[in-house]
Nanobody
Framework: QVQLSESGGGLVQVGDSLRLSCEVSGRSFSEYRIGWFRQAPGKGREFVAATSRGGAYTYYADSVKGRFTISRDNAGNPVYLQMDRLEPEDTAVYFC?????????????????????WGQGTQVTVSS
């Protein structure tokens, strides 16, 4: 079983920054993809960012491109989501997810069905 734990959320002002962390524990394959998703109040969960196994490939939603950066350290764990220039529209619960998929193409990173394990989420609130 794989467990994921998110941390780093909080209440910030417009324009501020936050760094979320996703720690993977338990039995897991040595290499895996990690994605970040978010769910705003009253809305469905949406893709935010994802990184490939070695971190060489990254994918971003258009709404966060240029403001958010996903990264993983040399050991591959944890995975970070650096969020800069935060906007009220970024307010949501942020989830990280673990994928062992080998499929190629951006869909394999952006679609929820490719992810097998999910964390409990961390709340990010951006106040104007």
């Amino acid at each position: 079983q794989v467990q994921l734990s998110e941390s780093g959320g909080g209440l910030v002002q417009v324009g501020d920054s936050l760094r979320l962390s996703c720690e993977v524990s338990g039995r897991s394959f040595s290499e895996y993809r990690i994605g970040w998703f978010r769910q705003a109040p009253g809305k469905g969960r949406e893709f935010v960012a994802a990184t490939s196994r070695g971190g060489a490939y990254t994918y971003y939603a258009d709404s966060v491109k240029g403001r958010f950066t996903i990264s993983r350290d040399n050991a591959g764990n944890p995975v970070y989501l650096q969020m800069d220039r935060l906007e009220p529209e970024d307010t949501a619960v942020y989830f990280c997810a673990h994928s062992t998929a080998n499929a190629r193409g951006s869909n394999a990173y952006t679609l929820e069905r490719y992810y097998q394990y999910w964390g409990q989420g961390t709340q990010v609130t951006v106040s104007s």
